[in-house]
């Protein structure tokens, strides 16, 4: 396993770090088609319970969880005893203010830290990432132009408590450092501005390079950068990179995906097919510019875990071709920003 500094700290995080929102029965992100039987949703558990086992014993060190996706239970169970559990960097998702609440609360942050230092057997947690959803953003306005607006033009009253808090939480020897979860790269421009994060966690793959826009300047202010969901879940792997080949009922068959594989094609055509497979090439894409320090994806069994940390071996695309597929993407058009977990 090769490690990478969390911008110039001396955090030095695994390229591959385990996203723990989907390897348990009980994940509450996840869409399924049709119901599991309990000889089933066993069977996944035990898978999922090995997919984190591997990935300790293969060299990752660090999970990204949060008490929200309904999985944590397992994570508690595995690191109870784990020899490796004081080593592991967890990074924690919090949210506050969610959507329509009127301001930040600095109880959520606490209690957030609090919960996950129980449940995850820790001293620490070595990141915060702060997703912002309000104040007084309804759901529909999420991903539109007003509701970002009203997310930048609060952050001046956010960022005194919620310095104050993480402050108090690291002086306390809780947390290490916090770094924005922004909806928009406007936003997250805003965020760095105020000084108070030490990074920034966006999604970033072939089809969504957006992440693009804030990383030479995370590089130059020596700041990090985690890659979510570097195989856009699930989409950009041999198995669902051909569409058409796909079971009936898989998801990605659903219309909501329609924008992601005509752009998807459009990458093809313009950059070929990868010499190595296609989920190889999702997750050294999503390494090839230094500013990444991780990439946060899920693994649900053992084979997962073993093809990502061989994908991680060091030889990464050049960070131009992230500004070729970017260009792209300006050019056909970002698909329309959503939560993709309904779709
Ligand atoms: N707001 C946030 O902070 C936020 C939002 C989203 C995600 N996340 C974090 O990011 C993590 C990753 O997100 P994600 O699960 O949506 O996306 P992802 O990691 O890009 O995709 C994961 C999916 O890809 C498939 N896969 C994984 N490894 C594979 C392999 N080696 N070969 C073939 N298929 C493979 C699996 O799907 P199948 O088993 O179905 O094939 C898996 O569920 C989450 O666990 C979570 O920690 C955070």
């Known amino acids: ?11 030095a995080l695994s390229e591959v770090c385990f996203g723990a929102m989907r390897f348990t029965s009980t994940a509450d992100h996840v869409t399924l088609t049709g119901e599991r039987t ?15 086992e591997a990935a300790l014993s293969g060299g990752v060190n660090c999970i990204h969880s949060s008490g929200d996706y309904g999985t944590r239970w397992m994570l508690s169970e595995i690191l109870a005893h784990h020899p490796k559990r004081k080593d592991i960097h967890h990074i924690i998702k919090m949210t506050s203010p969610d959507y329509e609440e009127e301001k930040f609360d600095p109880q959520v942050l606490r209690n957030d830290v609090e919960e996950a230092l129980r449940d995850l057997h820790t001293d620490r947690i070595a990141i915060v990432q702060h997703l912002q959803r309000g104040p007084h953003v309804p759901k529909v306005e999420a991903y539109a132009e007003v509701g970002d607006q009203r997310r930048i033009d609060a952050l001046p009253e956010i960022i005194g408590p919620l310095q104050e808090t993480f402050a108090e939480l690291k002086k306390e020897g809780k947390v290490g450092h916090l770094i924005t979860f922004p909806h928009t790269m406007g936003y997250a421009q805003a965020a760095l501005d105020s000084g108070a994060y030490a990074g920034v966690a966006h999604f970033l793959n072939l089809v969504e390079p957006e992440a693009l826009e804030v990383l030479d300047r995370l590089e130059r202010e020596g700041k990090g950068f985690l890659a979510i969901r570097p195989l856009l879940q699930g989409m950009l792997t041999d198995k669902r990179v051909d569409r058409d080949s796909l079971p009936e009922n898989d998801l990605k068959r659903r219309a909501g995906w329609d924008s992601r594989y005509a752009l998807l094609d459009r990458i093809r055509e313009r950059i070929g097919d990868p010499k190595v497979s296609w989920t190889t090439f999702a997750l050294q894409f999503a390494l090839a510019h230094n500013a990444v320090t991780s990439l946060v994806a899920s693994g649900n069994n053992v084979h997962q875990v073993e093809a990502m940390l061989e994908a991680c071996q060091g030889q990464y695309p050049s960070r131009e071709l992230i500004k070729t597929v970017y260009d792209i993407v300006e050019e056909v058009g970002m698909p329309p920003k959503a939560d993709l977990f309904g779709l």
Do not use: C, H, I, P
């Not at 396993?1 to 955090?11: A, E, Q, S, V």
């Open 1 to 11: 396993m090769r490690y990478r500094k969390f911008g110039n700290t001396d955090l």
């Open 38 to 52: 309990s000889q089933e949703a066993e069977q996944q558990n035990r898978d999922g319970r090995r997919a984190v």
